[in-house]
Nanobody, 115 residues
Framework: QVQLVESGGGLVQAGGSLRLSCAASGNFFRLNDMGWYRQAPGKQRDLVAAITSGGRTNYADSVKGRFTISRDNAKNTVYLQMNSLKFEDTAVYYC?????????WGQGTQVTVSS
């Protein structure tokens, strides 16, 4: 059984910053790709940023230059540093991890940016 637990969401004013964390626990040998997705009300879940086990990153165009994804393999944790937040960044943010050819999801954390 694998669990992903997210933390760090909340309410912030436009222009502010938040840092999300996602810790993986359970019975697994290795975490492969990890990432953050988000889903706004009435919209589909979209990729925000992803990072491979070797540290290569990929970002949605809408967050490039503002968000940074990183990971600590020793702690089985992935982070998302979000700066210069905009109203349109408001969404539920989900952590994802690929383990043994299966994708696991966290429960989601709400990020609300007030304009």
């Amino acid at each position: 059984q694998v669990q992903l637990v997210e933390s760090g969401g909340g309410l912030v004013q436009a222009g502010g910053s938040l840092r999300l964390s996602c810790a993986a626990s359970g019975n697994f040998f290795r975490l492969n790709d990890m990432g953050w997705y988000r889903q706004a009300p009435g919209k589909q879940r979209d990729l925000v940023a992803a990072i491979t086990s070797g540290g290569r990153t990929n970002y949605a165009d809408s967050v490039k230059g503002r968000f940074t994804i990183s990971r600590d393999n020793a702690k089985n944790t992935v982070y998302l540093q979000m700066n210069s937040l905009k109203f349109e960044d408001t969404a539920v943010y989900y952590c994802a991890a690929d383990i043994n050819l299966r994708r696991y999801w966290g429960q989601g954390t709400q990020v609300t940016v007030s304009s």
